[in-house]
């Protein structure tokens, strides 16, 4: 290199052994990625990694947490020194995971980089994440991270640009050594999607006949996009987007929409007399979504059971879906309506990576995880906002209540009672012991009793990749019992404290007319067995769960 090039090789003196992707990318304690070289060593495996990066377009983007700004300047920098022809950004760095995924997909870019810790907390004292999606705009598979991982652990040095802050306040042009930077609105082509796969009219004209509704953003990413799709395309009188600036520390809420998290937007639509038909909200990164009613709250895996059941209201899907997948400890509940209406239907491991291989061969249309997260063919990443409109064109059709709707898939199809629930922060080898003995425990079970019927079978659930035959083992303990019931336990890969113990109830009950019954109740039985089987609060010292979905 001569003496004038801009590019400058710094030296790590020691490689960070603990850089390996969880479920959805690198997360760690916003101070964890503050120390010297710590992000840099990321980012320059990902380089070092990702296939097409000399001459190759990037996305780069983020939820806006703390920490966002300071990578942006990094990475673009990084990707300079490494001879990306372009990266594509956005005004104050502000980009949803889905809108992300969009862009890369219009762009025929290498792939995105997407800096969120999604539903975790922000600010100084809270996470930070790097999400790396590949370029068919989904999250990295796992080979591609397990390389990423690899190449941190010898890592010696990076290089990056010198000092160049750029600003992000509105669209324009930069180059970097001789790489363009492109300042792109981060909302306006997502929104040019929903238009097309949307009757957003037809939603207008419902909400705006005395169907009132409140989106909540919980001072995150969604913000922007839903004041410009709800408030600007759907017309909704001005507030009905709450906390819709996004907050380096997003205003100390925890952007996890659900009823812990998300209780004032829950406190204002489960209120039988609430004055709202209908509430919504997304995480950090927009890719999540929790749908309330007036009255009633719509557990994620019924959700997408709903999407499917009424594919037919959405412009986009009504001439039929391809197939429809979900995540292992997702409660059957859309298998049932995929048998029900012929449709194929697969089943994945956690973690929306491993719905990538099925979206991009065109064998499924729909897919989504319990996790709050449902998503289609339109981008590779589940998506906060679609969700909500999708579910506002099925009650546009309609014309009816969230309520209505929940209790007549009930009636044709069944319930599938559910719950998770989450011991976050527990001691790692706590976690790890409890988990391995559990395992240990599944041949001794077999047929012995267990919550008022018995175990009929129990496994580590293992998965073939049906397009590209990779395959995974250790994706969560499942016990299945005579009488169809189920509980799985994994142990969290996303979580930056402790280990979080996930464990997943489900019980179904043919077509119901007990539609007000608690799934707590309905599933006692089920959530004492596994207490006393896997010794939890004994173990852990905790005698409930952290959140209860
Ligand atoms: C959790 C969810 C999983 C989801 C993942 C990423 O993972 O359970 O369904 O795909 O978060 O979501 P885990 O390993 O903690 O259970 V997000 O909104 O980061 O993109
Ligand atoms: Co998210």
């Known amino acids: ?23 959805s990318g690198l997360r760690k304690s916003s101070r964890h990625f503050e120390q010297t070289h710590y992000l840099e060593s990321f980012i320059e495996a990902i380089f070092r990694t990702l296939p097409g990066v000399e001459g190759g377009t990037l996305i780069l983007g983020g939820d806006g947490r703390y920490g966002n700004r300071r990578a942006i300047d990094i990475i673009l920098r990084m990707a300079a020194a490494h001879h990306v022809k372009r990266v594509i950004t956005t005004v104050d760095g502000i980009l949803s995971t889905p809108a992300a995924s969009n862009l890369v997909r219009l762009n025929n870019a290498i792939g995105a980089i997407i800096l969120s810790a999604s539903h975790n907390s922000g600010g100084i004292n809270g996470d930070f994440g790097v999400k790396i999606n590949g370029s068919n705009g989904g999250p990295a598979q796992e080979s591609l991270t397990d390389e990423i991982y690899k190449c941190t652990q010898t890592l010696t040095e990076y290089s990056i640009c010198k000092n160049q802050t750029i600003s992000l306040q509105k669209p324009d042009k930069y180059v970097i050594f001789n790489m363009e930077v492109t300042i792109i609105d981060g909302v306006d082509d997502y929104l040019k999607l929903m238009q097309k796969l949307f009757d957003l009219d037809k939603i207008s004209d419902f909400i705006n006949d005395d169907f009132h509704i409140a989106f909540d953003a919980l001072n995150a990413v969604t913000g922007p996009y ?236 293992e998965y073939k990749d049906p397009i590209d035959n990779s395959f995974i083992d250790q994706q969560g303990i499942r016990i299945f019992l005579a009488n169809g019931s189920r509980v799985i336990l994994r142990l969290s890969g996303t979580g930056t404290k402790g280990s979080t113990l996930r464990i997943y109830f489900e019980d179904y009950v043919p077509s119901t007319g007990d539609l007000k019954q608690d799934p707590q109740w309905a599933l006692k039985n089920l959530i004492q067995g596994i207490d006393s089987l896997a010794e939890i609060s004994t173990r852990t010292g905790m005698n409930r769960p952290t959140v209860i979905t």
């Open 226 to 461: 839903a004041k410009k799709l709800i408030e600007g395309l759907l017309k909704a009188p001005e507030g009905t987007v709450r906390n819709g600036i996004p907050k380096e520390d997003f205003g100390g809420l925890h952007p996890d929409p659900n009823l812990t998290y998300a209780n004032k937007l829950a406190e204002l639509l489960l209120d039988k007399n609430s004055s709202y038909s209908f509430g919504a909200a997304c995480d950090g990164d927009g890719d999540r979504n929790m749908i309330l009613g007036r009255g009633c709250f719509v557990n994620p895996s019924d959700s997408l059971a709903i999407l499917v059941a009424n594919y037919k209201c959405v412009p986009a899907y009504c001439n039929g879906l391809k197939g429809v997948a979900r995540s292992m400890p997702t409660s059957s509940a859309v298998d049932v309506v995929a048998k029900e209406l012929a449709i194929p239907y697969y089943e994945t491991p956690t973690g929306w990576k491993f719905f990538g291989n099925l979206l991009d061969a065109g064998k499924i249309t729909i897919c989504g995880e319990e996790s709050f997260g449902t998503g289609s063919d339109h981008v590779r990443e589940k998506d906060g906002l679609w969700a909500v409109l999708f579910w506002l064109q099925i009650l546009a059709e309609k014309r009816i209540s969230v309520a209505e709707l929940m209790k007549d898939h009930w009636l044709r199809f069944g319930r599938n009672y559910y719950s998770r629930h989450d011991y976050e922060n527990i001691p790692t080898d706590i976690a790890f012991s409890l988990y391995e003995r559990l395992e240990s425990l599944s041949n001794k079970i077999i047929g012995k009793n267990f919550a008022g019927s018995s175990v009929k079978h129990m496994d580590n659930f």
């Open 1 to 23: 290199m001569s003496v004038s090039s801009p590019i400058q090789t710094i030296k790590i003196p020691t490689s960070f052994s603990d850089q390996k992707p969880g479920t």
